[in-house]
């Protein structure tokens, strides 16, 4: 049987994937192109509406699933680090189960091996949130492993510090 979380990852890497195009279309001053960018806003708004992100704060597992996918399949595209921004601040409070909380580990060791964007600093709150021992011998390892001009390394460093500067403040063993 599929995996329903990859659908929901190769449809958001679409819609962000449009979106790039629309914006290129609407910059290039293409007609139509305006209105059909604001309206590829639509996988975004599924995560940022008040509506959604109170539904992520109370943990509801749609909202939940959805949330971990869109951070999963790490979109590049305009808007899309502000519903980081956004999905972080509402998992702040929140109860996160474990499972969710593996694979946001998870996706967050693959966000470090990429570029640094500027929501990389909200990030650090969610790997706070969901940290334990096991992804910060991850990020050691890969601060230590990586190329000296990569972004894996220097993201890895940066986030592991982060998080052993707040070690007391977590419950992770």
């Given at each position: 049987?599929?995996?329903?979380?990859?659908?929901?990852?190769?449809?958001?890497?679409?819609?962000?994937?449009?979106?790039?195009?629309?914006?290129?279309?609407?910059?290039?001053?293409?007609?139509?192109?305006?209105?059909?960018?604001?309206?590829?806003?639509?996988?975004?708004?599924?995560?940022?509406?008040?509506?959604?992100?109170?539904?992520?704060?109370?943990?509801?597992?749609?909202?939940?699933?959805?949330?971990?996918?869109?951070?999963?399949?790490?979109p590049r595209c305009p808007d899309s680090g502000f519903a980081i921004r956004d999905l972080v601040r509402a998992l702040k409070p929140a109860a996160i189960p474990?499972?969710?909380?593996?694979?946001?580990r998870a996706a967050l060791l693959d966000i470090v091996r990429q570029p640094a964007r500027?929501?990389?600093?909200?990030?650090?709150?969610?790997?706070?949130?969901?940290?334990?021992?096991?992804?910060?011998?991850?990020?050691?390892?890969?601060?230590?492993?990586?190329?000296?001009?990569?972004?894996?390394?220097?993201?890895?460093?940066?986030?592991?510090?982060?998080?052993?500067?707040?070690?007391?403040?977590?419950?992770?063993?």
């Open positions: 049987m599929p995996d329903p979380a990859h659908a929901t990852r190769r449809a958001i890497l679409a819609a962000a994937e449009e979106r790039n195009r629309w914006h290129r279309a609407r910059l290039a001053g293409e007609p139509g192109a305006a209105e059909a960018f604001a309206g590829s806003r639509a996988f975004i708004d599924r995560l940022t509406a008040p509506d959604a992100l109170a539904a992520l704060a109370r943990v509801e597992p749609d909202a939940l699933e959805y949330a971990v996918c869109f951070l999963e399949a790490h474990e499972a969710a909380a593996a694979r946001l500027d929501e990389f600093k909200h990030l650090r709150q969610l790997a706070l949130k969901v940290a334990d021992s096991d992804l910060l011998s991850a990020l050691d390892t890969l601060a230590e492993t990586a190329p000296d001009d990569s972004p894996a390394r220097a993201n890895a460093r940066a986030l592991g510090d982060y998080l052993t500067r707040r070690h007391d403040d977590t419950p992770w063993a």
